[in-house]
Structure formats: C-alpha cells, structure tokens
C-alpha cells in the first residue's frame, strides 16, 4: 500500500488528477459538456503531470542527499520511471490539440513558457520573495479556468476579448486564483527547510508559521466573497439561469473545509497530509459542484 501511495502521489499523478477536476469544474458551471471540452480534461491532466515532473526531474541532483525528504529521494531513485511517463504523457498530448485553433496552440505555447520560467535557472521565479505561491495561483487559474473556456468559444471571438469582457469570466478566475492560492501558502510550510536552505523568501520563512494560516484563510474568505458577489450580484450559472444558484453551498462548504485544513497543517506534518489532503481540496470542490 506504501509503495503504491509512493507511486500515485510523488509521480504527480493526484495532482494532475486535481487539474483535470478544476477544468472539469470549469465546464459544469459555465455549461454542458462536450467532445471538445472533454478532450481539454485529458490534455490539462497530461500537461499538468508533463510540467510538474518536469520541474521535479530538472532539479533532481539536488535530491541526493540523505537529508533530503523521502519524497524527493524516490524521485531521485525513479528518475527514468518519471522520464519514460513524461515522454508518454507528452505524446499522449499531442493528438487532443488537434480541436484548436492555431491561435490556441500559441497561446498555450507562450503559457508553457511562462510556466517553465518558475523553476528554470535562468529565471528561477520561485525564487524571487513571495513569488512562489502567487505565480503557481496565477498558473493554476490560466490553466482551469481562462484556457478551458476559451477553448470553448474559440470558434467564436479572439482571445483578448473572449477573457477582458466577460466580466463573469474574470470572476471566475479571481475566484479559483484565491482558493489555490492559500494551499500553495500552506504547502510552503511544508518546504520552510528547503526553502531556508535554496534562499527561498516565503510567507512562512518571513513571517512565520501563524501568520500564513491566517493569510491563508482570510485568501479563503476572499473566495467566498467572490462566489456571493459573483452569484447574487453578479449572476452567473448559466447551466441552471440567472435566479438559482445551486453552486453556492457547495463552494461554501468546500470553502469551510479548506480551512479547518489549512488550520491543521504544521511543517510536522506527513507529505501524506500536504499531497492527499492539501491538494484533494481542489478535487473535492469539483465532486461538491458536481454532487449539486
């Protein structure tokens, strides 16, 4: 069993899995599925193990010490399992942008770029004060939420305006930006020690353990604030029409169960609490919206 949670959680397929479920959140609350859609789930999946083992692989040599954690030691010692899935993965990628258009191939094109700036040397982005978890956020809301909707209208306008004037849209965004944000703080509590040793400036190294749960959490209730104003104020469930609103309480309990977790979390803590409890927060907001 130990082997086999090893294997689903430190190759990163959970947490592709979670992407797959944010996108696929997306789609149920801007509308019904469809062929094209679900072929974006299967790429996001693909993509998300691609870069995320990608990063991992790419600063394997620095997990040959002993004092490295025991995720990043069986990293090390299955670097040509994550290689060999990676270039599947990769492949298997592929053939799903055959729905886009050109115009969403280079866009997606530029995104990679920018995302494979976060842990390149000659960049480094993580490393900069504060960045991390902001642009991993930022990341994650592009790839959910903007990416997947575009892919939907595609056909219809250009990027630029099918994102700047949908106001519902932006709202969506902010809204997923605020709920992966202050996980991304929480698992820098986690990294405080490799953190400290790469010269890493997060909130919880700065700051301190205490305070980034409590930003962390009030990150939380901004995303509530931002479902009411979006829902109530705003209104936007196209499924179901402008008077019913059936996402609420599902966004709001999974807005309550974030952060009885973020409280829990310690830099004691497992890497069982951070990769299954931590990061299943995302794909449990999409099984509460899909429960609806």
């Known amino acids: ?166 106001k519902h849209l932006l709202l969506l965004t902010a809204e997923r930006f605020f709920f992966i944000l202050p996980l991304c703080i929480v698992f820098n509590i986690r990294d405080m020690a490799i953190d400290r040793l790469a010269g890493v400036k997060t909130i919880p190294i700065i700051y301190g353990i205490r305070a980034a749960k409590i930003v962390s959490v009030l990150m939380v209730f901004v995303f509530a604030a931002l479902v009411i104003f979006r829902c109530y104020f705003v209104g936007f469930v196209l499924k179901h029409g402008a008077l019913s609103q059936p996402f609420v309480p599902a966004l709001m309990v999974s807005a309550a169960t974030t952060c009885f977790v973020i409280f829990m979390a310690n830099k004691n803590r497992g890497e069982e609490y951070y990769l299954f409890v931590i990061d299943g927060m995302i794909a449990l907001q999409a099984i509460f919206v899909c429960l609806v």
């Not at 790839?143 to 250009?158: L, M, N, W």
């Open 1 to 166: 069993m130990k082997r086999l949670f090893n294997f689903i959680f430190y190759s990163n397929f959970f947490i592709s899995f979670c992407a797959a479920a944010a996108s696929w959140q997306t789609y149920i609350v801007v509308g019904n599925l469809h062929r094209a859609e679900w072929v974006y789930i299967a790429f996001v999946f693909c993509s998300t193990f691609v870069f995320y083992n990608a990063q991992r692989l790419f600063l394997s040599e620095n997990y040959k010490s002993e004092n490295s954690s025991e995720r990043h030691r069986w990293i090390f010692r299955n670097k040509k399992l994550l290689t060999a899935l990676c270039v599947l993965f990769f492949l298997a990628a592929l053939p799903l942008v055959n729905f886009w258009q050109l115009n969403s191939i280079l866009i997606f094109s530029v995104f990679s770029l920018l995302a494979s700036l976060y842990f390149l040397p000659v960049v480094n982005l993580r490393s900069v004060p504060l960045v991390k978890a902001s642009y991993i956020a930022l990341l994650w809301a592009f790839s959910t939420v903007v990416f997947p909707y575009y892919i939907k209208v595609q056909h219809e306008t250009g990027f630029v305006s099918a994102i700047l004037n949908n």
